[in-house]
């Protein structure tokens, strides 16, 4: 598996939305950004919550209940972007990883625990798409 970059790190601020934005956009000074998942048109506000990003580093705090199951992608976490999703998912697999999967083919989100409970969440690198 190669890991490319840091895709952004993730908090949950589950009933506290409002709250969170004040703090991340109007205090800290933090921009917000579309939020941009895979395979969808980019949007600013939903359910998801909200994208702050600073120097190419984004922050998604999350606003919406948890989904439940593990791993829980509404938890906090952090995100990597991969050269090659159907790469990362054999090397996974290879090793009896368990994953959470989300959409299809290059829009496809992957999540584990790492051997700690930690959430780990990978996804295909858009630079890296032919």
């Known amino acids: ?3 490319t970059r840091m895709n952004h790190a993730a908090v949950n ?3 506290k939305t409002a709250e969170a934005k004040a703090f ?8 917000q950004v579309p939020i ?3 395979g969808m048109e980019p949007i600013t506000d ?5 994208w702050v990003e600073q120097e190419r580093v984004q922050l998604h705090v999350i606003g919406r209940e948890p989904m439940g ?4 992608p509404t938890q906090n976490h952090v ?6 999703i159907d790469a990362a998912v054999s090397k996974l697999e290879e090793h009896g990883i368990e994953m959470r999967v989300m ?6 989100i992957i999540w584990i625990l790492d051997p700690c409970g930690n959430i780990m969440e990978f996804q295909q690198d858009p630079d890296c798409v032919a």
């Open 46 to 50: 939903s359910e998801f919550g909200f």
């Open 24 to 31: 991340y956009v109007d205090l800290l000074g933090l921009p």
């Open 36 to 38: 941009q998942l895979p």
């Open 13 to 15: 601020v589950t009933g």
């Open 69 to 72: 199951g593990t791993p829980d």
């Open 1 to 3: 598996m190669n890991i």
């Open 79 to 84: 995100s990597w972007y991969v050269e090659d």
């Open 103 to 108: 959409g299809e083919d290059l829009t496809r």
